[in-house]
């Protein structure tokens, strides 16, 4: 049974910075797609980044870019999301989930990095970012 469990979650000051922890039961990272995804009330679920474990390929949404960075520890089934210049719209509940990537599709860690394409999910941190 895969289990992805978060952790990392809390209260922060707007332009403060705090980061993720996902782990992963159930699953070894081996040519997986797994990332940060978040959800606004009312929008649906999007990526905020994701990551291969095959070849390090990085996705990132525009909104992020230059203030969140991915990483992965194989070894210990874990990715991460260091959040920095964190702003009040980034106040939402983060998800991590996972998908293998399916031999000769074509798939990208972009094309992927999205509601549709991940498979397993956790149940969310809340990151709260205010004054």
């Known amino acids: 049974q895969v289990q992805l469990v978060e952790s990392g979650g809390g209260l922060v000051q707007p332009g403060g910075s705090l980061t993720l922890s996902c782990a992963a039961a159930?699953?070894?990272?081996?040519?997986?797609?797994i990332g940060w995804f978040r959800q606004v009330p009312g929008k649906e679920r999007e990526g905020v980044s994701c990551?291969?474990?095959?070849?390090?390929?990085?996705y990132y949404d525009d909104s992020v870019k230059g203030r969140f960075t991915i990483s992965t520890n194989i070894a210990k089934n874990r990715v991460y999301l260091q959040m920095s210049g964190l702003k009040p719209e980034d106040t939402v509940v983060y998800y991590c989930?996972?998908?293998?990537?399916?031999?000769?599709?074509?798939?990208?860690?972009?094309?992927?990095?999205?509601?549709?394409?991940?498979?397993?999910w956790g149940k969310g941190t809340l990151v709260t970012v205010s004054s």
């Open positions: 989930a996972a998908s293998r990537f399916v031999d000769y599709s074509g798939d990208t860690v972009a094309s992927v990095c999205n509601y549709y394409g991940m498979s397993y």
């Open positions: 159930g699953i070894t990272f081996n040519n997986y797609a």
């Open positions: 990551i291969s474990t095959s070849d390090g390929a990085i």
